[in-house]
């Protein structure tokens, strides 16, 4: 079984920063990409930032040159480090990464975290 488990978020006012960590656990044999998607109210969710193995890492026009992913291979590890937020960055931010299992080695699955909220006032 495999699940993702993420950190941080919270509250910051516009101009600050803040960090969201990502950890995939189980039994996991092998990760392609992970990344950040968003959803705020009444919107669809959305790409924040995309980190494949061997592609160039993508961003959204919104957070880009504000935000920056990064991941640890070793941990099965996608982190988000969030600077200059907006009050448009608010939104519950979810994690994902594309995982081949001990379960089906040969398939790739996509995994989701649940969500954490992050919420920049004015």
């Known amino acids: 079984q495999v699940y993702l488990a993420e950190s941080g978020g919270g509250l910051a006012q516009a101009g600050g920063s803040l960090r969201l960590s990502c950890t995939a656990h189980g039994s996991i044999v092998s990760i392609d990409s992970m990344g950040w998607y968003r959803q705020a109210p009444g919107k669809q969710r959305e790409l924040v930032a995309w980190?494949?193995?061997?592609?160039?890492?993508k961003y959204a026009d919104s957070v880009r040159g504000r935000f920056t992913i990064s991941r640890d291979n070793l941990r099965n590890t996608v982190s988000l480090q969030m600077n200059s937020l907006k009050p448009g960055d608010t939104a519950v931010y979810f994690c994902y990464a594309d995982v081949y299992s001990l379960q089906d080695p040969t398939t790739k699955r996509d995994y989701w975290g649940r969500g954490t909220q992050v919420t920049v006032s004015s």
């Open positions: 980190i494949p193995t061997d592609d160039p890492i």
